[in-house]
């Protein structure tokens, strides 16, 4: 009965050690914008920070945003030097795919920084004050193990205010 209490222990415990070594962390991200209150017709720049990283040698993130607020420009992604060696990204009207790897690595890359950017443009009939929101999600991440992991962010940006022209007061004639 003993030996069954140990062997059954032994069991429990492999199974937790495993499941736990299953289990990666999730990619920290960020999204940040180079203008917090566009006006309606401008441009912003967005870009895709990695803020966390527990090791990867692929990731494929989709940024997708509010098509009522934005219209796709264009995107740019980061080049060698970048997080991770070998960068592509595709851009259409309603989302955008940054597929970023090195498939040369002997280890897990763990440096932080630009996964890329995109521009997206305020539509011109967006009233002030409406917020637009730019969604990350990892569609596709993988470590040097090949364990799966995960990650997301958002991003909202509120449409300015229009602007007061301030009135001019008029001033008195000087008298002599």
Do not use: C, H, W
């Amino acid at each position: 009965m003993k030996n069954l209490k140990s062997i059954l222990l032994l069991v429990l415990a492999l199974s937790f050690v495993l499941s736990i070594s299953a289990f990666a962390a999730d990619i920290g991200m960020s999204v940040s914008v180079d203008n917090e209150a566009p006006n309606p017709g401008d441009t912003i720049t967005a870009t895709v920070n990695v803020t966390e990283n527990p090791g990867v040698i692929l990731v494929a993130a989709r940024a997708t945003f509010d098509t009522d607020v934005f219209s796709y420009v264009d995107d740019s992604v980061s080049t060698k030097g970048g997080i991770l060696d070998d960068a592509a990204s595709i851009g259409k009207s309603d989302n955008v795919l940054f597929d970023v790897g090195n498939d040369t690595a002997k280890e897990n890359i763990t440096s932080t920084g630009s996964l890329g950017s995109f521009q997206l443009k305020v539509k011109d009939d967006v009233a002030p004050g409406t917020t637009g929101k730019i969604d990350v999600a990892v569609e596709e991440a993988y470590n040097f193990d090949f364990d799966e992991l995960g990650g997301s962010t958002s991003k909202s940006v509120t449409v300015a205010e229009a602007a007061v022209e301030p009135t001019a007061v008029p001033t008195a004639e000087p008298t002599a």
